[in-house]
């Protein structure tokens, strides 16, 4: 095999392994200062509106920052399933924000780590039912918003 054309299967192979890494995540449309009823003004990490979780096993995409103290996926439609292991991300999480969205489902891995995180904001949503396991991690929670409009 020639050595072009075994670069060729290199450069599939790497570029394909990169599309796969990222193809299952959302990103921080922006880093800017939200401020929450009852808590007050934190740095927050805002998924952008055009943003789109369709399936589980979605995660974050950015690197590693403990400066922002609140995740907000708030007002996306889009949003049908909560990203996993966002506590790798944003170790210092004190709220989190998916209100007004259209959750279906939650799961424990959703909230994995987060030791720290006080509210969690979930209302009007289309959440059916919550594994009993769902908060386990969620040592410091003291706010739970979870109604539905009818």
Known sequence: MSKFIQFL??????????????????TCEKIA???WSHIGTQKACHIGQNSVIESPGYTVQ????DT?????????KNIF???DKVSENFT????????????????????AGMSM???LFLYNNRIEKVPSDAFEDMKALIWVYLCKKI
């Not at 570029?15 to 990222?22: G, L, R, T």
């Not at 950015?62 to 920052?65: A, E, G, L, R, S």
């Open 9 to 26: 299967f290199f450069a599939f192979f790497v570029a394909n392994k990169f599309e796969k890494s990222f193809a299952n995540s959302v």
């Open 33 to 35: 200062d939200i401020n």
């Open 62 to 65: 950015w690197d590693k920052d």
């Open 68 to 76: 922002i103290t609140a995740f907000n996926l708030a007002g996306n």
């Open 81 to 83: 399933y909560l990203p």
């Open 92 to 111: 210092k999480l004190l709220t989190y924000g998916a209100h007004d969205c259209g959750v279906k489902v939650i799961r424990k891995s959703n909230f």
């Open 117 to 119: 995180v006080k509210a």
